[in-house]
Nanobody
Framework: QVRLVESGGGLAQSGGSLRLSCAAS????????LEWYRQAPEKQRESVAN???????QYADFAKGRFTVSVDSAENAVYLQMTNLKPEDTAVYHC???????????WGQGIQVLVSS
């Protein structure tokens, strides 16, 4: 059973930065899609960014120019660098993995990000 564990969340001031990490307990494999989602209180979960095994990245409009997703496949880790944070970025952030090695999507437990104004 592969697990994902997020870290790096917490409290930041508006305009500040945080770097989220998501570490997998096993290898991503050679074909994978790694995604970051977030869910704010009383709102639906939304996609933030993703990166695949070809290093292709995609971003939600609100993330473009502020967030950067990256992967270290040797460390089995995916990152989300968040800059110029806004109060509306406050949410629980989850990482998700789809890999040819494992059945079904794998989700992390989530980590809280709180941005104060």
């Amino acid at each position: 059973q592969v697990r994902l564990v997020e870290s790096g969340g917490g409290l930041a001031q508006s305009g500040g930065s945080l770097r989220l990490s998501c570490a997998a307990s096993k290898t991503f494999g050679n074909r994978y899609l790694l995604e970051w989602y977030r869910q704010a209180p009383e709102k639906q979960r939304e996609s933030v960014a993703n990166i695949n095994y070809n290093s292709r990245t995609q971003y939600a409009d609100f993330a473009k120019g502020r967030f950067t997703v990256s992967v270290d496949s040797a460390e089995n880790a995916v990152y989300l660098q968040m800059t110029n944070l806004k109060p509306e970025d406050t949410a629980v952030y989850h990482c998700k993995m789809d890999s040819a090695l494992y059945p079904g999507p794998i989700w992390g437990q989530g980590i809280q990000v709180l941005v104060s104004s």
